[in-house]
């Protein structure tokens, strides 16, 4: 039976038969396309959202611009999002309690996955880094309780936030620069897994760090043997792993800032890596056309598909880089082979890796595939919750 609403009512959004079978399906998003009516609504506002008879559907954000125009909250009627807000911030703590391990740096709160839309939040040792994401989110009054909530939990030396502009401008928001918001420090040293990084929350990629390969990073240090080449290596994540086993490794990116930062890690390490600046696709045709051998190859390059209309290209260039890197691989060599590429499916990804291991005339056998760290949970129903790939294999 439909629930009866209240009073004292948000106001409502209408969505199409589409868009409410997509929320009863368990997704948490309606598209733009499906809206029926949403006359005269805030942006940022939190709405009622009924079908197309005006049978109550639950409670969500909405976005004034966004193609998501609707972002889920709950099947119950919700009328003011402060307690809200603070008890799934303690949720989310609650549940890295419980899977993270080894490690004082993880995200701690992951928008739809931890159902606080629009909102990321990483932790690095003292340091918070914050991301907000939608119109909603950014309301004075949701930041406000947002900071107040982690300054409680955490008692952080910094909480920063890290601005995407273009998101800001997709979402219509007004353009802020990335800053603190609490405290004074912003930069620090964090660990996983054993090896330690600096982290600058004024620098970098995202809120810093790729805290999402954690246990990948763990798992690829278990398998690597030999010498090693790390391409798309960034700040030294999976390098330095490898490292720290005995491998000799060569670390490729194109960033100078990265490469310096990764160099400053493996000194903070005790490490000796070789950092070469590049464009990786170059170095592995160029050492591949020149013979080079190793015995463990890492590929994690950036998404290559933003869009389903770019994935024809982005397997093209998954197939490229993997003929290549298993071209270099010695007999028996491990390949350590990565996607963050959402469109890309897994199904996908594992078959371009099979057909550029049988280009090669090689075979391939799979040890793991693996996912995201537990800290980036995958949430039911939103397969956009499940966006890494990274497979470790045997080439023989």
Same mark, same amino acid.
């Given at each position: 039976? *439909?629930?009866?609403?209240?009073?004292?009512?948000?106001?409502?959004?209408?969505?199409?038969?589409?868009?409410?079978?997509?929320?009863?399906?368990?997704?948490?998003?309606? =598209?733009?396309?499906?809206?029926?009516?949403?006359?005269?609504?805030?942006?940022?506002?939190? +709405?009622?959202?009924?079908?197309?008879?005006?049978?109550?559907?639950?409670?969500?954000?909405?976005?004034?611009?966004?193609?998501?125009?609707? !972002?889920?909250?709950?099947? /119950?009627?919700?009328?003011?999002?402060?307690?809200?807000?603070? $008890?799934?911030?303690?949720?989310?703590?609650?549940?890295?309690? !419980?899977?993270? /391990?080894?490690?004082?740096?993880?995200?701690?709160?992951?928008?739809?996955?931890? #159902?606080?839309?629009?909102?990321?939040?990483?932790?690095?040792?003292?340091?918070? &880094?914050?991301?907000?994401?939608?119109?909603?989110? %950014?309301?004075?009054? !949701?930041?406000?309780?947002?900071?107040?909530?982690?300054?409680?939990?955490?008692?952080? *030396?910094?909480?920063?936030?890290?601005?995407?502009?273009?998101?800001?401008?997709?979402? $219509?928001?007004?353009?802020?620069?990335?800053?603190?918001?609490?405290?004074?420090?912003?930069?620090?040293? #964090?660990?996983?897994?054993?090896?330690?990084?600096?982290? %600058?929350?004024?620098?970098? $990629?995202?809120?810093?760090?790729?805290?999402?390969?954690? /246990?990948?990073?763990?798992?690829?240090?278990? =398998?690597?043997?030999?010498?090693?080449?790390?391409?798309?290596?960034? $700040?030294?994540?999976?390098?330095?792993?490898? &490292?720290?086993?005995?491998?000799? +490794?060569?670390?490729?990116?194109?960033?100078?800032?990265?490469?310096?930062? *990764?160099?400053?890690?493996?000194?903070?390490?005790?490490?000796?890596?070789?950092?070469?600046?590049?464009?990786?696709?170059?170095?592995?045709?160029?050492?591949?056309?020149?013979?080079?051998? =190793?015995?463990?190859?890492?590929?994690?390059?950036?998404? #290559?598909?933003?869009?389903?209309?770019?994935?024809?290209?982005?397997?093209?260039?998954?197939? /490229?880089?993997?003929?290549?890197?298993?071209?270099?691989?010695?007999?028996?060599?491990?390949?350590?082979?990565?996607?963050?590429?959402?469109? +890309?499916?897994?199904?996908?990804?594992?078959?371009? +890796?099979?057909?550029?291991?049988?280009?090669? !005339?090689?075979?391939?056998?799979?040890?793991?595939?693996?996912?995201?760290?537990?800290?980036?949970?995958?949430?039911?129903?939103?397969?956009?919750?499940?966006?890494?790939?990274?497979?470790?294999?045997?080439?023989?």
């Amino acid at each position: 039976m *439909a629930a009866k609403l209240s009073s004292l009512e948000n106001p409502k959004v209408k969505v199409s038969h589409r868009g409410a079978q997509r929320l009863k399906a368990g997704h948490v998003w309606v =598209y733009r396309s499906d809206l029926v009516s949403a006359d005269g609504i805030a942006p940022g506002s939190l +709405v009622d959202v009924v079908d197309e008879r005006g049978r109550f559907l639950g409670s969500a954000f909405y976005s004034s611009s966004s193609q998501i125009a609707i !972002r889920w909250l709950s099947r /119950e009627p919700i009328r003011q999002t402060d307690d809200l807000l603070r $008890q799934r911030i303690r949720d989310a703590i609650a549940y890295r309690e !419980r899977v993270v /391990e080894d490690t004082n740096a993880y995200r701690v709160v992951f928008s739809e996955a931890d #159902f606080l839309p629009g909102l990321i939040v990483d932790r690095y040792d003292d340091l918070l &880094a914050v991301e907000i994401l939608t119109q909603a989110m %950014d309301q004075e009054s !949701r930041r406000a309780t947002i900071v107040s909530e982690l300054s409680d939990a955490f008692r952080p *030396a910094g909480i920063i936030e890290r601005i995407e502009a273009k998101i800001r401008e997709l979402e $219509q928001l007004p353009a802020r620069a990335s800053g603190l918001l609490l405290g004074e420090k912003t930069s620090t040293v #964090f660990a996983m897994n054993g090896v330690k990084f600096h982290y %600058d929350a004024l620098a970098g $990629q995202k809120t810093g760090a790729f805290l999402d390969q954690r /246990e990948n990073y763990a798992a690829a240090a278990q =398998y690597a043997r030999g010498e090693a080449l790390d391409a798309f290596c960034y $700040q030294g994540g999976f390098a330095l792993h490898l &490292a720290q086993r005995g491998s000799k +490794v060569t670390g490729v990116d194109s960033s100078r800032p990265a490469l310096e930062m *990764a160099d400053r890690n493996a000194e903070l390490n005790g490490c000796q890596v070789e950092w070469i600046e590049g464009n990786a696709f170059d170095l592995l045709r160029d050492y591949s056309a020149a013979g080079h051998k =190793y015995d463990t190859i890492v590929l994690d390059p950036p998404a #290559f598909a933003r869009s389903r209309s770019t994935l024809e290209t982005a397997l093209r260039g998954y197939k /490229e880089l993997n003929l290549r890197a298993i071209r270099m691989l010695r007999p028996g060599g491990i390949l350590i082979t990565c996607s963050c590429s959402y469109h +890309v499916s897994r199904a996908d990804f594992l078959r371009v +890796v099979g057909e550029a291991a049988r280009d090669n !005339r090689r075979s391939l056998r799979i040890i793991e595939s693996r996912t995201q760290a537990r800290d980036h949970p995958i949430l039911s129903g939103v397969p956009e919750t499940a966006y890494l790939k990274c497979i470790i294999s045997t080439v023989s």
